[in-house]
């Protein structure tokens, strides 16, 4: 028994080894591709182009490698119109996964990423809001600023609310950027809950064979509710939805 555990899990790892040298393969390629993109001024849904690529095949890749397939619960709640994402952040398998999934999206990341080579200059072609997590008023400045134009030309928004990555069974504040963002555009807010944490773990480590769970909650409009109100609303919902799927 202790043989069949031992290669069981050496099975996992070289599948995860092959699905690494994959991305990493998809990444280049295809950062490249936006950058260039980016150097020609084009449009942003052209731009946005290798990053929905990418995107599918890297989810693609979850499947045929990791055996890590996805549920979608709620698609009718996804909007056509430019929106706010409000979005439980467990690991790198949302950020992996949503440009394939939603309509022309931007994330708000942190400042860091742009420095990594090509794909950090991929990352500033599609329009990502970066931000200096060390300094938190000049972030939350600099996402309403960038946030406002990039409503304005087309793009929905990604936020975490925790600001970083959270461990499973984590249930940490929110901060306001989000419902402030859409409350000053009058942009619509899509609360965001799955359990990615469980199978793909935030940190270094195995990712697991299985099934997440992603769901869209209902649209919320900015002008039903205060700034707190909503905050909490949105809180409440993808923590109670993150907690009833084992997240």
């Given at each position: 028994m202790k043989l069949v555990r031992l290669l069981w899990h050496s099975v996992l790892w070289v599948r995860q080894i092959i699905f690494v040298v994959y991305m990493a393969i998809l990444t280049i390629v295809l950062a490249w591709l936006t950058v260039v993109l980016g150097?020609?001024?084009?449009?942003?849904?052209?731009?946005?182009?290798?990053?929905?690529?990418?995107?599918?095949?890297?989810?693609?890749?979850?499947?045929?490698?990791?055996?890590?397939?996805?549920?979608?619960e709620g698609k009718e709640n996804l909007l056509s119109e430019p929106c706010v994402y409000v979005c439980k952040h467990q690991s790198s398998w949302e950020t992996v996964v949503f440009h394939g999934m939603l309509h022309n999206i931007c994330f708000v990341?942190?400042?860091?990423?742009?420095?990594?080579?090509?794909?950090?200059?991929?990352?500033?072609?599609?329009?990502?809001?970066?931000?200096?997590?060390?300094?938190?008023?000049?972030?939350?400045?600099?996402?309403?600023?960038?946030?406002?134009?990039?409503?304005q030309?087309?793009?929905?928004?990604?936020?975490?609310?925790?600001?970083?990555?959270v461990p499973v069974k984590s249930y940490p504040k929110f901060y306001k950027t989000a419902i402030t963002l859409a409350k000053s555009t009058?942009?619509?807010?899509?609360?965001?809950?799955?359990?990615?944490?469980?199978?793909?773990?935030?940190k270094a480590g195995l990712i697991k064979p299985g099934v997440v769970t992603l769901s869209f909650g209902p649209a919320i409009s900015p002008s039903e509710l205060g700034i707190d109100e909503l905050n909490e609303h949105c809180y409440q919902w993808i923590n109670d939805k993150v907690k009833s799927i084992g997240g």
């Open positions: 150097m020609l001024r084009l449009p942003i849904r052209v731009k946005l182009i290798p990053a929905k690529v990418w995107s599918v095949l890297i989810r693609s890749g979850l499947v045929i490698f990791l055996w890590l397939r996805v549920k979608v990341l942190k400042e860091e990423l742009l420095g990594v080579p090509v794909f950090g200059r991929g990352l500033k072609a599609v329009d990502s809001i970066p931000i200096d997590r060390k300094q938190s008023l000049k972030s939350f400045k600099k996402v309403l600023q960038m946030g406002k134009a990039r409503l030309s087309g793009l929905s928004i990604v936020i975490f609310p925790e600001g970083t990555r009058g942009a619509m807010i899509v609360p965001v809950a799955h359990n990615s944490g469980r199978f793909w773990p935030n």
